[in-house]
């Protein structure tokens, strides 16, 4: 069974950067795509980023897109995901999560492990 455990989260002031890591245990970390998910209070949780098995392939949420940048490396069973320009709207739990398939997807019922979270604030 594979855990995931997120750190790297905090409180920062806007146009600040922060990067989430996430790591994975078990054998099979590279057979899969990850991604990362958010859901700030009172609201659903959202797709942020996510990575395609061999790293070749991403794909973000416009909110986030140019601003994020996703990545894994597979052999230390790791994912990050780096944030630059961060703005008080991004302030939520985020969640790392391990795909059912290879290939990316925003999709939450399509992957099938998730990590407890690690809170990023961004005050104003």
């Known amino acids: 069974q594979v855990q995931l455990v997120e750190s790297g989260g905090g409180l920062v002031q806007a146009g600040d950067s922060l990067r989430l890591s996430c790591a994975a245990s078990?054998?099979?970390?590279?057979?899969?795509?990850m991604g990362w998910f958010r859901q700030a209070p009172g609201k659903e949780r959202e797709f942020v980023a996510t990575?395609?098995?061999?790293?070749?392939?991403?794909d973000y949420a416009d909110s986030v897109d140019g601003r994020f940048t996703i990545s894994r490396d597979n052999a230390n069973n790791r994912v990050y995901l780096q944030m630059n320009n961060l703005k008080p709207e991004d302030t939520a739990l985020y969640y790392c999560?391990?795909?059912?398939?290879?290939?990316?997807?925003?999709?939450?019922?399509?992957?099938?492990?998730w990590g407890q979270g690690t809170q990023v604030t961004v005050s104003s």
């Open positions: 999560a391990r795909g059912i398939y290879s290939v990316i997807s925003r999709r939450a019922e399509e992957y099938d492990a």
């Open positions: 078990g054998r099979t970390f590279s057979v899969y795509a």
């Open positions: 990575i395609s098995r061999r790293g070749d392939k991403t």
